[in-house]
């Protein structure tokens, strides 16, 4: 399955087939035998790992999905791995109402609130004189450390980077990377505080 997308350049209408068995073209997301014959068997999903009933995973069979040991994806998450592969670490929270589109890479025991919104990849709009919808995706991945904890409504852009035991703010919108052990917050989110290792203390900046 993972050579799938190669399938555009040797055989591209054994491609196409091959995708429309797999996912409707008019609602891009995985049918429903895809979802209980295709993808239990092509993802990971560790021991008490959970996804609610509510949650929609939107995780196709071409791209990598994979939930850690004991991992929680709550009611109303949306969770797609359709432009790029989403792994989520052991312990982790994906929040109610979230949203994590790929590439995405989430560490051990990060825990996002309500709401937040987290995707790897722009629409790209160079072309101000054609429709966006024909112009394709700008891939941006983005991976969040771990022990953080993203704050409910929050945003993280594409292509961000985020260390270890970081804490943002609710509704913050973070578009540049984040470094081990702060706290960040607003829109733009900015490092409010540093944590010093050799005094064992908080530190404004």
Known sequence: MSDLKNLKYTHPRLKKFIVWCLSS??????????????????????????????????VFPWRKFSLGRGAIVEDYAVVNNGAGDVIIGEKSRIG?????????????????????????????FDDGDRDWNEQGLTIRPIRIGN????????????G???????????????????????????????????????TKRWERV
């Open 25 to 58: 073209m008019k609602h891009p997301r995985p049918r429903l035998w895809t979802r209980l014959f295709v993808n239990p068997f092509v993802h990971s999903r560790g021991a008490g790992s959970k996804v609610c009933m509510k949650a929609r995973l939107d």
């Open 96 to 124: 109610i109402g979230s949203v994590v589109v790929g590439p995405v890479e989430i560490g051990d025991r990060t825990s996002l609130g309500p709401h937040v919104h987290i995707a790897g990849f722009n629409h790209t």
């Open 147 to 158: 022990e953080c904890l993203i704050g409910a409504n929050s945003c993280i852009c594409g």
């Open 160 to 198: 961000v980077s985020i260390g270890d035991r970081v804490q943002v703010g609710a509704g913050s919108v973070v578009t540049k990377d984040l470094p081990d052990a702060c706290v960040a917050v607003g829109n733009p989110a900015r490092v409010i505080k540093l944590y010093n290792v050799q």
